[in-house]
T-cell receptor, first 114, second 115 residues
Framework: EPEVTQTPSHQVTQMGQEVILRCVPISNHLYFYWYRQILGQKVEFLVS????????KSEIFDDQFSVERPDGSNFTLKIRSTKLEDSAMYFC????????????FGPGTRLTVT | AQKITQTQPGMFVQEKEAVTLDCTYDTSDQSYGLFWYKQPSSGEMIFLIY??????QNATEGRYSLNFQKARKSANLVISASQLGDSAMYFCAMRESYYGQNFVFGPGTRLSVLP
């Protein structure tokens, strides 16, 4: 069964450094998402991406964040200058076109900012 | 205001018993979708069940069913015949509007199944 993959599974970085989290969505999916989950808290929407542009973003997704689909398969989240409070699990998700389809989540990347 | 409310931070259920996890939502849209996800201790998010706002019948997927009460804006998850492997966090989520992209998640309920 096709699945969303994410790399790395765990990333440790120093405050102020840039990180890029990578995702490979399911190949026939058209909508892509990034979420974050701070340890023990709920899943928070960051951004959705469709047709090579951001379709929605939350207040969390400020100028420090950017997303890109550099080729036909990868979908990346970049954090320009990480802060301690960026430490969280970051989930990528994708879904097919059509309103009734669920999102399929990747296994997540645990980001630790020290 | 909270879009998704899950009032039970933790629940216990005996193995083989049924359990209901509560979810209420807030939206002014007429067309929306409701989803339940399971997050085991390993961390991944697993889709369980979906209910569209215009669906007249409650959704069912194996041991999972969704008790959808539109007038009360509730979408409770019912797990029948609980198994030890059902122990996990359960999140209720909503996609507002027919073409909306934003999925809003509730705070989750931690379910523990006792042997």
């Amino acid at each position: 069964e096709p699945e969303v993959t994410q790399t790395p599974s765990h990333q440790v970085t120093q405050m102020g450094q840039e990180v890029i989290l990578r995702c490979v969505p399911i190949s026939n999916h058209l909508y892509f998402y990034w979420y974050r989950q701070i340890l023990g808290q709920k899943v928070e929407f960051l951004v959705s991406f469709y047709n090579n542009e951001i379709s929605e973003k939350s207040e969390i997704f400020d100028d420090q964040f950017s997303v890109e689909r550099p080729d036909g398969s990868n979908f990346t989240l970049k954090i320009r200058s990480t802060k301690l409070e960026d430490s969280a699990m970051y989930f990528c998700a994708s879904r097919q076109a059509g309103a009734d389809y669920e999102q399929y989540f990747g296994p997540g990347t645990r980001l630790t900012v020290t | 205001a909270q879009k998704i409310t899950q009032t039970q931070p933790g629940m216990f259920v005996q193995e083989k018993e049924a359990v209901t996890l509560d979810c209420t939502y807030d939206t002014s849209d007429q067309s929306y979708g409701l989803f339940w996800y399971k997050q085991p201790s390993s961390g991944e998010m697993i889709f369980l069940i979906y209910q569209g706002s215009y669906d007249e019948q409650n959704a069912t997927e194996g041991r999972y069913s969704l008790n959808f009460q539109k007038a009360r804006k509730s979408a409770n998850l019912v797990i029948s015949a609980s198994q030890l492997g059902d122990s996990a966090m359960y999140f209720c989520a909503m996609r507002e509007s027919y073409y909306g992209q934003n999925f809003v998640f509730g705070p989750g309920t931690r379910l523990s199944v006792l042997p």
